[in-house]
């Protein structure tokens, strides 16, 4: 089974809703980790807008061919096409140990 990581870095104290529509698109669970970003001050002298240095990175694991509502609603909700909100990318697992426990064939 393909298994893609969701990984979104959102303003602090967003992740909590922003996780809760993403389990009604499809999300099965999430991890949310706490952050500090360093780029508030390139920001503010280019783009003069203020980012808060706190963040929330919230990592969801999906199928491959059921990750896009996930991941379309997190930009929607989370509001990361406007900018200083945030980011969303994705990339592949390999080698996932602790997962599928489930799925193992019971003796």
């Not at 009604?24 to 949310?32: L, R, V």
């Not at 061919?65 to 997190?74: A, S, V």
Request: charged fraction near 30%.
């Amino acid at each position: 089974m393909d298994i893609k990581c969701i990984v979104a870095i959102v303003e602090r104290g967003k992740a909590d809703k922003i996780v809760d529509m993403a389990k009604k698109a499809g999300a099965k669970g999430a991890t949310i980790l706490y952050g500090r970003g360093t780029g508030q001050a390139e920001a503010l002298e280019f783009f003069n807008i203020h980012i808060e240095a706190s963040k929330e990175i919230i990592l969801i694991l999906s199928e491959i061919d059921k990750y896009k509502p996930i991941y379309d609603t997190i930009i929607k909700v989370g509001r990361l096409n406007e900018p200083g909100t945030g980011i969303i990318f994705t990339f592949l697992v390999s080698e996932l140990v602790g997962l599928h426990h489930r799925e193992q064939i019971k003796d």
